[in-house]
Each structure stands twice: as C-alpha cells, then as structure tokens.
C-alpha cells in the first residue's frame, strides 16, 4: 500500500496547491470591492439569527424545497457532500495507515464501525444518485434548445452544469468500487449496515483475492483523484456555490433581501448629501469595483438554477432583463478584467488595447456589460430575490447602478424626468397643487347622506386620536385610488377609530425617487416628511399604499424616523375580529385577489387581506396559479408606474391574463398602483370584448364597506 499512498499525498498536494491559488485570486478579487461593514456587523450582532439562518437555508434547504422534486434531489446530494465526508476520512486513514502499518483496515474512532453510520453513508450515497437522474431528467426536459426563454436553464453555463452532475457521479461509483473491495478483503470498517458496498462486493467476489485487493488500491486512489479533481473544478466553475452559499447566507439582509432599499454608501460609509467634500462621481455603482464584496460574494454564490429568471415579470413578458443574467454577466466581466483590476497608470500603459478596451467598457450602456433596457425594465417586485436559494440580492445591484445612471450620468428614461420634476416642485409624481390632496375630504364632508368630517393635523395630532392616516399621493390624487382612501376612512370612522390626516402638508414619501435611483431626491422628501410627522408628534401611522407603509416602516428608520406603521388591511381585519366592522350583506361573487408586491415579498401581509374576503358573506374566493410569495407583479414598482413599457407584453396585461383564466366576477388587491394598473388592463380587454363589462378591480376595503353598508 505505500506506493498507493505515495501517489494519493502527491495528488492531494497539487490538487490543493491549485485550489488555494483559485481561492487567493477570488478573495483578492472580492477585496477589491467595498466595504460593507454593516454586514458583518449584523452577523456579529445576531449570532443567533444568523445560527438559525444558516439551520434553515443551507442545512435544511428551505427555499430549495419549495420546488418539491429538484428540491428534494438537492437536499439529498448536498447532504451527500456532508456525510460522504465521513467516506473520505475513512480514506485518507486507510491511505496513510496502510504505508505505515501495511493494513490498511482503518475506521474513525468511536463511531467508525457502527453499522449506522455504514448504512447511512451507503443511504446518502444512493439517494445522491437517484437525484443526479432526476437532475438529468429536469434538464433535459427544459433544455433551452427545447423551450427557449421559457426554460430558466436559458443563458446558464450548460457544460459546466454536465460537469459537475458527472463529477458527483464518479465520486459515487469510485466509493462504491473501493468499498466493495475492502469489504472482500476484510478492511471495510462495516460488518453489517453498508447495504450497496455489500452488494458490490458480491458483484467483485467472483474476482478473487488478489483482485479485489488491487481494485480496492485502484479504486482508493480513483476515489481520491475524483474528488481532487472536483474541488479544482468547483472552485473554477459556478459549483463554487457549494463554499460561498453558506457565506453568502451569512452576510445577507435579514430577514430577507427583500423590504427597504439599502442606503447608499461611499467606501462603506453611508451618504450624507450635505457634506460639502461629498465626491458626486462615486454615487453609485458606476464600474463593476464599485460593487462591495458582498456584491461579489453574489457574484459567486449563483448557482445559475434560473429560479430568480422563471419568476421575474420582465422576462416572462419578453424583455431583456433577466435577474440571473445580470449577476452572471457582471461575474464574467469581473473575471476578465480582474488581472488588470490593479494596475497602475503606468502599467495600463503597457497593456494591449483590446485590454484596455475591456477596462474601460462601461457597466452600463449600449455597448456596456448591462444594457440600459436590462436596468430600467426592472420593477422590484422582489420575485427574484424571494426565490434565489442562496440569498443573492438582485435588485440592490439594480438600484446601485440606477443610482449612478441617474445622479451621476442623467441617463435614465425621459418620461421619468417628468415624475422627478414633479417630485421637487409639487411633493407629488403628478405635479398637482398640494391644495388637491384635501379634496377627499371635502367629498366625505360634503355628502347628503352620513357626512362625515375628517380631523386635520394643525401643528399636533389631536389628543383623542390613535393614527395618522397616511393617504398618499395615489390615495390622494387619482381617481380611483380615491375611493379605497374614502372606503378606508369611512370604516374607521364606523369602527370608532380615532385618526386624522395630514392633507396639504402631507407630501410623496420618495419611493419613486429612491427606486429610480435618485437617491438625493429621496433623502430631501424623507427628512421633509420626518420633519413633519415627528413635530406632530405622531406614533402610529396607517396607510393604504403599500409603497408608502414600506417606505415608512422600513426606510425612514434609516434617517431617524421610527413609528409603528400598519397597512391598511392589516389594520382592517383586526378590527373584523374584534367585532367592530362586522360585514352583514352578501356579496355572491367570485373574486380572485392580487398580491401587491411590495405588501405580499417584500413585508409577508398575505393573510390578512384574504382573512377579510373571507369574512364577507357570500364571496367565493379563487387563487390566480401565481400568487402569494409566487405572486406575479402589476409592473407598476420600481418606478415603472411613471415609465413607458415600449418592450415585449404588458406586464399589467399579463397578470390581468391570468386573473381572467379563474373567470372572475372582481378582481380585489389592497394597493392603489395595482387598482391603476390592473384596471388599465380591464379596460382595454373590455374593448377589445376580451372581458365581461361588469368586471372591475377594487380594493379590498371596498368589499368590506360594500357588506356592511349593504
């Protein structure tokens, strides 16, 4: 056995030379991005958190198994890694063991014969397996020379994908040759539990003696080689995901990726727009070392699975972004420059033109690493940061490199210059006088029957009232986004709910802004409203869009305005169960609800606007196929609302689409862009005779007050 081990330790010391090179050229690579040390101060700070984080989505492969059988085939291969471990070991000790003592029978100690551990590792093993067939089955069904754009496999690095399946392959039956060897030869640690190594060894019996003893030096050192072999693939290839998840997992946004958009931030530190020594040309991500580390740790981490790109609004309605694509093609240009990323001025001197090409290619533009309409075709709806396995953050890159486009490159879509100009002389995306936004009132006042008088914010909040209620620039100024505002208020009023709003001094929270990536002008509306609220004096806040209660609950906290922030819905269905709006007339309809994206993935309010359809006599309520967190987005978000959608299908069309294929009756949601984009679409069906004139989309507060007044 000495030559066997004399062969296994060299390998072993070049395979792990290579790899350590790789991995000193990607950490080399990731520090060349900036610092995040807000990151790291989160893991450090929530230790168990972070504990439980790494239970749930690395070990217990929650978001994998959502997709129940590429799902359950992950878990069991990414288990194999783990316990076949345990086989490796056994390896290396017979390796070494035999050169020294000549009997290479080693086992672990303690628990290195115990036939559970043998049946376990031969369990592992075969389930691995069967999960490479059915990971070949699911690939070869939706190859994308089969099904185009519609397999998420599109743009993926197939081979390299083959690769590895084959790789993991041969670690399976190089084990299972070597085992049923030793298992002959009488140095198998197992005397009973390794079910699929004894029947190898059945199968290698009839060999003999001086056979089986070769193939089990053989098939020792093909064991070992495979795996070397494999560890210098994986950490040249996308497989690289099986070190980096876990990292990537570590460091993401807690809960999730989804919910407030990050602030911006210089060499780790976050902006402030009124310092004067601000450098107004490193807002944003403006070249690929821009990106922070953990930017290339997603980089890294992509397994290319193409979960984000099946579920992504923009792909599936034929325009060029793809979320997949958009971390790949930043990885690929990263690698390709990253031996140049440090040269000098004298040194690019030097370089070869079509390197220096490639150095100076921008990240974003016609003929840049990103093409424009791949950025701005982006709604943030979230769908692919909720689906992405191993936590990257997709639309953090979006909004990074939107921010540089649009403060430092004036370089974004020109209807939306219409909504930012607006947004600073008016407070509001539609321009109106600030004066229009205590219209509604003056309706609800001015009624015949059941007036009812709303309390203005005079410098304080009344004394007797418990919410603010933030109506927003929708709620406020568009039509039928006006009617869920006077639903909502109405039903608090019949609720004996004490609120009052802010009117005219009430001005837009900046989530366009911020989502266009105008990041100045966010700031300069935040602090504005901030301002307001807390010289009012105001704690408790509900709101009907569900863009503004995300900005208020999870971004204002971030430039010290911190209140307790309920949507709407949620505010609406406790005060159903407590008995104070109790829903009485039927209304027999069949009504299929949508999840607005940014109440749905980006803060989990998916039970309560059901719970109050539920409660109202007579609705029978009909899921659309995607909905919940596989919700599919109004293409409203991002700013969208205020851009033309001149690629590919409507988005709005294409949910509307879907909503038809349950034959509706209404079609509910609980957020004024959705109402605005929903009912575009509905309309349009309706004159091209492709919907029944009585359907109509309303919100959800519209039902409840619809049943209780009968």
């Given amino acids: 056995m000495l030559w066997v081990a004399i062969i296994g330790l060299i390998m072993t010391a070049v395979a792990l030379a290579l790899a350590a090179r790789r991995v000193l050229f990607l950490y080399k690579l990731a520090t060349v991005g900036a610092p995040a040390p807000e990151r790291i101060e989160y893991a450090r700070d929530n230790v168990g958190t972070e504990i439980k984080a790494q239970l749930v989505e690395v070990f217990g492969q929650r978001k994998l198994l959502k997709w129940t059988t590429s799902g359950t085939a992950h878990f069991f291969v990414m288990w194999a890694f783990f316990i076949l471990a345990t086989v490796y070991l056994e390896a290396y000790g017979t390796l070494i063991q035999g050169a020294i003592t000549g009997t290479p029978d080693f086992h672990i100690p303690i628990i290195g014969t115990w036939p559970v551990l043998g049946f376990l590792q031969d369990f592992i093993a075969v389930a691995a397996l069967v999960g490479l067939v059915v990971f070949a089955v699911i690939r070869v069904r939706n190859s994308p020379k089969k099904l185009g754009r519609k397999s998420r496999f599109s743009g993926s690095h197939l081979g390299g994908a083959w ?30 539990g390794a079910f699929a190594s004894e029947a190898t060894a059945a199968l290698l019996h009839p060999l003999g003696e001086t056979a089986n003893e070769v193939l089990e030096g053989v098939g020792l050192l093909l064991h070992i080689g495979v795996m070397l072999v494999f560890l210098i693939i994986v950490v040249n290839s996308k497989h690289l995901h099986i070190f980096t998840a876990p990292l990537n997992v570590l460091f993401s946004r807690r809960p999730d990726g989804n919910g407030p958009a990050q602030p911006l931030r210089i060499d780790g530190k976050v902006v402030d727009f009124e310092d004067e020594d601000l450098d107004g040309d ?11 580390w953990k930017g290339f740790l ?25 979320p997949k694509m958009l971390i790949i093609d930043q990885r690929d240009h990263a690698f390709k420059i990253a031996p140049y990323l440090s040269a000098t001025q004298e040194q690019r001197a030097d370089l070869h033109e079509d390197v220096l090409a490639l150095l100076d290619k921008p990240l974003v533009g016609e003929d840049g690493v990103i093409h424009p309409d791949v950025l701005w075709s982006c709604t943030n709806c979230g769908a692919c940061v909720e689906q992405c396995p191993v936590d990257i953050e997709h639309i953090d890159h979006i909004l990074d490199m939107r921010r540089y486009q649009a403060m430092v490159e004036s370089n974004f879509p020109s209807e939306a210059g219409v909504m930012v100009r607006n947004l600073e002389n008016k407070g509001n995306p539609w321009g109106m006088s600030e004066m229009k936004r205590a219209d509604w009132i003056e309706e609800l006042a001015g009624r015949e029957d059941d007036p009812i008088e709303i309390q203005l914010v005079d410098e304080k909040m009344p004394e007797d009232t418990e919410y603010l209620f933030w109506v927003g620039c929708a709620g406020a100024l568009e039509d039928r986004a006006r009617k869920t505002t006077k639903a909502v208020a109405e039903l608090l009023h019949i609720a004996g709910v004490k609120f009052a709003v802010l009117g005219p001094m009430e001005a837009c929270t900046g989530d366009p802004a911020r989502r266009l990536g105008m990041e100045y002008l966010f700031d300069m509306l935040a602090k504005q409203n901030i301002e307001t609220l807390n010289e009012a004096g105001v704690k408790k806040i509900v709101a009907t869009c569900p863009h503004c209660f995300n900005t208020l609950a999870n971004e204002y906290p971030q430039l010290g305005g911190t209140y307790e922030v309920v949507h709407h819905t949620q505010l609406l269905a406790k005060l159903v169960d407590e008995g104070k709006l109790v829903p009485v007339t ?14 749905g993935r980006h803060n989990k309010v998916y039970s309560q606007p059901r719970d109050i359809m539920a409660k109202v006599p007579g609705v029978k309520a009909q899921e659309m196929h995607r909905h919940k967190e596989r919700g599919f987005c109004c293409g409203a978000g991002g700013a969208r609302m205020w851009m033309e959608e001149r690629i590919g299908k409507r988005i709005n069309t294409e949910r509307v689409d879907e909503a038809l294929t349950t034959d509706p009756d209404t079609i509910s949601t609980a957020c004024p862009f959705c109402l605005v984009m929903l009912g575009d679409s509905i309309n349009e069906k309706k004159n091209a005779g492709e919907a029944k004139e009585t359907l109509e989309v309303v919100d959800v507060s519209q039902l409840l007050i619809k049943s209780i007044k009968g």
């Fill in 163 to 192: 690769l590895v399946l084959f790789m993991i392959f041969n670690v399976i039956w190089t084990m299972f040759l070597f085992r049923g060897a030793a298992h002959n030869t009488g140095n198998l640690p197992y005397a009973s």
């Fill in 586 to 599: 039927p209304i027999e309809e069949k009504i299929t609800y949508h999840d607005p994206c940014f109440l």
């Fill in 298 to 322: 997603d980089f890294y981490t992509c397994t290319e699975c193409g979960r984000c790109q099946s579920q992504c609004p923009a792909w599936n309605t034929d325009k060029p972004l793809s």
């Fill in 282 to 292: 490193r807002l944003g991500r403006g070249k690929v070392e821009d990106t922070t």
